[in-house]
């Protein structure tokens, strides 16, 4: 009884934080590919930084 309820709570925290992050991005227009992918424009400011040093 205990351990389901703890996998209860795993799943859905899980899944809380899942939907809130996949809804944050839709409202912000960050999609996973093209030019307005969040790893895009990380990756381009981070490469940025090691090419001046």
């Known amino acids: 009884m205990k351990n389901s309820q703890k996998l209860l ?3 859905s ?3 809380l ?3 809130l992050l996949i809804l944050v991005y ?3 227009a960050i999609y ?4 307005h992918a969040l790893f895009k424009w ?3 400011l981070q490469y940025i930084d090691f ?3």
Not at 32 to 35: I, K, L, V, Y
């Open 9 to 11: 709570k795993a799943i």
């Open 13 to 15: 925290a899980f899944t």
């Open 17 to 19: 934080t899942s939907v």
């Open 26 to 28: 839709y409202i912000g």
């Open 32 to 35: 996973p590919f093209g030019d």
């Open 42 to 44: 990380d990756m381009e």
């Open 51 to 53: 090419f001046h040093w």
